[in-house]
């Protein structure tokens, strides 16, 4: 099951005085499904970022009972690692390993005794992206969208309850965005993960609950969808 957010005064410095994000308040409910758009340089990016704590910012970010900026780094870090999962617009995958391998490489960095059931879990999350008869294949043979499903199979496999997305779409030609939004969409919805999503792709954040708006670092919209 997600996590709900809750945000409030949120400020994201920047150099020289700069801030690149501004959000005084925001409320999300545990799984929901939530696209973030706006102008390229907006804060969408810088957005996700703090949401993952990887940028020092000021104010509250609180997943559930845990308020996020008060961890030092190290908690911080763990507190990502058990609970998000993040996919990235160019993949991240190592090509020297195949899909199998890839999906599950978290595993290396967690506890001996969780290591298998997490193994497990990337493989039955390829099998439902289609990808569980290319398990063994490298994946430098794979096409974007393969690819893709890949990062998705291993962001997933920790059964982390928040997903944050950015550009998921980004460098896929329309069929196989499409194809990806609907496995993307439908896992987050079977599982109750809470997902995130930055994405100028309009046919992503038209499946998406509530759309964000951002723009020149502020929040400027905030819309239920009709999906």
């Known amino acids: 099951m997600g996590l709900p957010l809750t945000i409030s005064e949120l400020v994201v410095p920047g150099g020289k005085g700069r801030v690149l994000l501004s959000l005084p308040k925001l409320e999300l409910p545990a799984g929901a499904l939530v696209g973030v758009r706006g102008p390229s340089g907006a804060g969408k990016s810088t957005l996700l970022y703090a949401l993952a704590g990887l940028l020092e910012a000021e104010g509250s970010i609180r997943w559930g009972e845990t308020e996020l900026l008060r961890l030092g780094a190290e908690r911080r870090t763990r507190f990502r690692a058990d609970n998000i999962g993040m996919i990235f617009q160019d993949f991240l995958l190592f090509e020297e390993l195949d899909a199998g391998a890839n999906a599950a490489l978290?595993?290396?960095?967690?506890?001996?005794?969780?290591?298998?059931?997490?193994?497990?879990?990337?493989?039955?999350?390829?099998?439902?992206?289609?990808?569980?008869?290319?398990?063994?294949?490298?994946?430098?043979?794979?096409?974007?969208?393969?690819?893709?499903?890949?990062?998705?199979?291993?962001?997933?496999?920790?059964?982390?309850?928040?997903?944050?997305?950015?550009?998921?779409?980004?460098?896929?030609?329309?069929?196989?965005?499409?194809?990806?939004?609907?496995?993307?969409?439908?896992?987050?919805?079977?599982?109750?993960?809470?997902?995130?999503?930055?994405?100028?792709?309009?046919?992503?954040?038209?499946?998406?609950?509530?759309?964000?708006?951002?723009?020149d670092g502020a929040l400027l919209g905030d819309e239920a969808t009709a999906a």
């Open 106 to 215: 978290t595993a290396l960095f967690r506890p001996r005794r969780e290591r298998a059931a997490m193994r497990l879990r990337a493989s039955k999350r390829l099998s439902a992206l289609g990808l569980g008869d290319h398990a063994g294949r490298h994946v430098s043979s794979f096409s974007g969208g393969e690819r893709q499903r890949v990062a998705i199979a291993r962001a997933m496999a920790a059964e982390a309850p928040v997903l944050l997305a950015d550009e998921p779409t980004a460098s896929l030609d329309r069929a196989s965005a499409d194809r990806l939004i609907d496995d993307l969409v439908h896992l987050a919805r079977d599982s109750g993960t809470t997902l995130i999503a930055v994405s100028h792709d309009r046919h992503l954040t038209d499946r998406m609950d509530r759309v964000l708006t951002i723009t």
